[in-house]
Structure formats: C-alpha cells, structure tokens
C-alpha cells in the first residue's frame, strides 16, 4: 500500500522543500516509486523540478494537458462539477527514474475557504460531504496510476484549513526544524494546534453525511515519525556552539511536551521503532531523524545544475585543488546523510 508522508512545520525557512526535494530522489535511487505534491501555493518545489527539465515558460506547462497540477486536478469537487476526479497528470523528473512530481499553483490556497467551511459545518450542508476527502480520494487514484510506493507533500508553512486536511489524511509526517528561537515556539504552536486538528477530524468523521461521502476520510490517523534538524553551522563535524544551544532546546521541547500530546492523541508511531533506528536510546534527540548542516556554496551548484547537492559531479562542483576536495567531502557527507535518512524512513513506516 502507497504511504502518505507529510513534511509540515508552520514556521517557514526550515529547508522542507529542499529537505522533500533531496529525500524524494535519494528514496527513488533506493527503488521505491516516490511522488511529491507540491501543497505550497508559493509553488518552489514545483520550480525546482521544472528547472531541472529546462522548462521556461511556465505559463505553457500549466495550459499543456490537463489535471496537471494540484488545483486542476481537485476542482471537479471544489467547483462543483459535474464528473468524478481522475488521477493526476504527473511530471516525471529527468534523470531520475521512479520520481514524480504533482506540480502546485498558487491559487490552490483558494480552497482553504471551502474546506474551512465543510469543517465547520460538519455534515449539515450535503453540497460538501466530499470535500474533506477528496484530497486524499486523488492521492490514491494517482497514486494507483503510477505505481507509488511513497507519497512525500511539500506543505505550506501556516495554520490553516487545508494544512489541517492535508496533514490528518496523511500515515505519517515529520517536523523539519531549523535551532532557532521561532522554530521553538513553533513546536509549541504544534502542541496546541494537532489536537485541534484531531478534534475536528474526529467529529467530522462521525457525522453521517461525510460517512456516506464518495470520497471518504481516512479511517486512521496521521503519526509522526519525527523531526529533522538542519540548517546549522557545523564547526569541526558538529553545530557551533550558539546553533547547539537551540538543538537542545527544541530536542527537549520535542520530547518534554510534543511527544505526550502526540501519545495521548495515538498520533505516533510506537516508541520502539524509534529505537531501533537510533545509536543511543538515552539521548533527549532520539525523535530526531538526522541532523542536516547547512549546504553553503553547495546548495548555488546544485540550484545551478538542478540536481541534489549529493549528486553533483566533479565538473559541477567547479573547483580546483584543495577546494575542490573540500566540497567533494562535503557532498559525500550529504549523500550518507540523505541515504541514512531515507533508510530510517522506510524502517519507521515498514
């Protein structure tokens, strides 16, 4: 069966496109069919993969076909109109067989509205008994079509109607966080929002009318499988001292307080597989997936070339010398990090 995982952090600028972009490929290198949905109506996934076709005119791509992107695809439900949903039209990323992309557009964050209004309603207007699922009900279509094995949703970084419905029809998700103050209170903000959002799912679930919907929910819930530390300064192979500080703190946060919430809430996976993919039980960051240091002058080469940053070649590194053996190292670094996260997914979700 296909795996829904959703990236989500509601504070922005932790690298989760970049993270989604980087795991999707290393994932496929590993042979699984992986499709990522650009749920972000900034739409960077989206560009980052069109790039690395060479495309330019953007505005011809989203006219060439139709169900293309995540808007045209849902709009039989949200438009009302009168036909079924259809599996999407996916992009295949050049160079990198079993990767597919399901490109966003900016206007999908219109949609919030309706189904803001089918939460709150909860089954006394029949006009939207199939919005809830109908984001999931093309997931799986799709996801059929192609063949996919995992699911990976870039999300928006915002507290929202649709974020809400994304998330709690997805099997897993993970928090990418970046040591700093505001990603903190991020984790906080989670503390306070997920059991809102179960709540809601919860009731919506019971009601009759989204029970006889055509495009059901889910019957489980979403379960985190934890978090990924990245965008740190390294000094000496590990985070400089300010960057260790705030590591700690969100560690401890994770574990203090975000951890029973997501128990009570039966929103985790079960705490041995966390465990077994982790060197030391003890440690407060055994939530915590990998830890990602920043790329620097990596990440302009791989935007340049529109490859990951552990796949970037001697020729496209463009250096010489002591340099070059230093950015060589550098990006053998991430590709073990990337394959090592990538394992410890499909351990956790096996």
Known sequence: MVKIISLFNNKGGVSKTTTTFHLGWMLAEKGQRVLMIDADSQCNLTGVCLNLAGIEDIESFYEG????????????VFEGLPKELEAANCFEIPGRDNLFLLPGHIAFSEYDVPIGISQELTGSLKLTQNIPGALHGMILLTAEKYNIDIVLIDMSPSVTATNANILMQSDYFMVPCSPDYFCNMAINSLIRVLPEWDNIYSRIKRETIFKNAYYKLPNSKPRFIGTILQRYRP???IPSKSFQTWIDRINNNVEANLIPTLKDRNMIVEEYK???????????????LVYISDFN????QSQKYNVPVFSLTKD????????????EKNRDVFKSVFSDLADKILHITR
């Not at 002058?297 to 302009?300: C, T, V």
């Open 65 to 76: 076909s139709e169900n293309n992107n995540i808007k045209s695809v849902l709009e039989p």
């Open 235 to 237: 000094k000496n192979g």
């Open 274 to 288: 966390f465990e077994e993919i982790q060197e030391n039980i003890l440690n407060p960051d055994r939530f915590n």
């Open 297 to 300: 002058s990596l990440i302009a």
């Open 316 to 327: 496209q590194l463009e250096q010489f010398g002591k340099v070059l053996s230093t950015h």
